[in-house]
């Protein structure tokens, strides 16, 4: 085996997980605009494939001006040994092998604190991400983005084949996540994405503290990100290897969440509440209770349905006319950007499960007050409705009519 200083190994960084705003002169080799990390554990049968793939895209969007990092947790089937025997053949590639620590989000932090790059980027080892869809992160990066992430859940993004299951998983998750750290996880479409770049200068001496696998919540968290840009991509399903989706990388989404809400610091922007927007959508919502208790009389005093069936159907009637005017008033300026019977579709049934939670919540909130606290049951349906339409309208507002800094 040749001994060649083109195929040693990187140094594993130590200390704090924190980026430099300069890269390290004891590392760098010289200095490039973009530095991909790619971090691995068992993904000996796909690392060549993925070098190949990405360092032929690269080379052509940016000749010798980038670097692949791809950073190996020991893997059983020495993947990283199967990377560092390619580094004869592409010379953007350098391969880091942790062997004291272990874990998906510190990788990339220990990556990114080898890398020489200006912009910094993570993707997975597995297929899963279409590399392709890197050109077109780095072309909104180019046009002024901070970060730009690969999103599963705006228009040219899907998952190829996810059961139900899964799919009520993600979904729920990001509904929690909006709950615990709105101003956080609202930015983004897609927060458990593990594909993104991000400018160096925006998280450079911050201090990380990740816990599992999604660390870009962590650098919306603790970065200084102003502008952010998602470009839609269709997740694959893997090729080779056994997938590391457990119920346990759920569990550590929602713990990450809570240490950044209790005792991590949140670097975030100064965002006002859309107080004209939410007046706009309190009236559609006052108009409906008066489409719903007419529709309610019709069905009752006109029509003689039961009494169940007739204040199911107003109240779904009631959903209908508050959707139709909200799509064409409340948030007009998005539904504009997402023209089309399918998008429209969308965006109605995820309205109809929020307004069903909040049905339910309201319910809750009544009895709270009145069972538990001794509130007037009046009094405490009036709280629970005022509680419930801003509910209403901040999960709408991020989930249904998604309205972000996007640029």
Known sequence: MRNDLSRALLSVPSGALEVPSVPDPSLMTRSVYFSL????????????????????????????????IVVDDDSPDRTWEIAQQL??????????????????????IRGWQAATGQVLGVIDGDLQHPPEVLIQLLQTIDLGADLAVGSRHIEGGGTS??????????????????????H???????????????????????LMQPFGYKILIEVLGRGN???????????????????????RQY??????????????????????????????FGLVGFSGVFVDMAVFYLLRAQLGLPIARSTILSAEVAVINNFFWNDLWTFIDVSRRQPGIRPRLKRFLKFNIIC?????????????????????????????????????????LKLSWRVTDLK
């Open 37 to 68: 990390v790619v971090p691995t554990y068992n993904e000996g049968k796909n690392i060549r494939q993925i070098v190949e793939i990405l360092s032929r895209l690269l080379d052509q969007a940016l000749p010798n001006d980038y670097e692949l």
């Open 87 to 108: 580094m004869s053949d592409y010379p953007q590639l350098r391969v880091m092998r942790r062997q004291t620590e272990r874990g998906l989000s510190t990788a990339v």
């Open 161 to 182: 084949d996810w059961g139900f299951v899964r799919r009520m998983l993600s979904r729920g998750a990001q509904l929690l996540g909006l709950i615990i750290l709105p």
């Open 184 to 206: 956080v996880i609202g930015r983004v479409s897609d927060p458990m994405s593990g594909y993104f770049m991000v400018r160096r200068a925006a998280i450079a001496e911050c």
């Open 225 to 247: 990100v102003r502008e952010v840009a998602e470009v839609g991509y269709v997740f694959q399903e893997r090729q080779e290897g056994e997938s590391k989706v457990t119920w």
């Open 251 to 280: 569990v550590e989404y929602l713990l990450h969440l809570a240490k950044l809400r209790s005792r991590g610091r949140i670097s975030r922007l100064k965002e006002k509440f859309p107080i004209a927007r939410f007046l706009r």
């Open 356 to 396: 069903l939670a909040g049905i339910i919540l309201q319910a809750l909130l009544v009895s709270l007050l009145h069972d538990a606290f001794g509130v007037n049951e009046f009094a405490s349906k009036l709280v629970a409705i005022a509680i419930v339409t801003f509910w209403n309208f901040w999960i709408n």
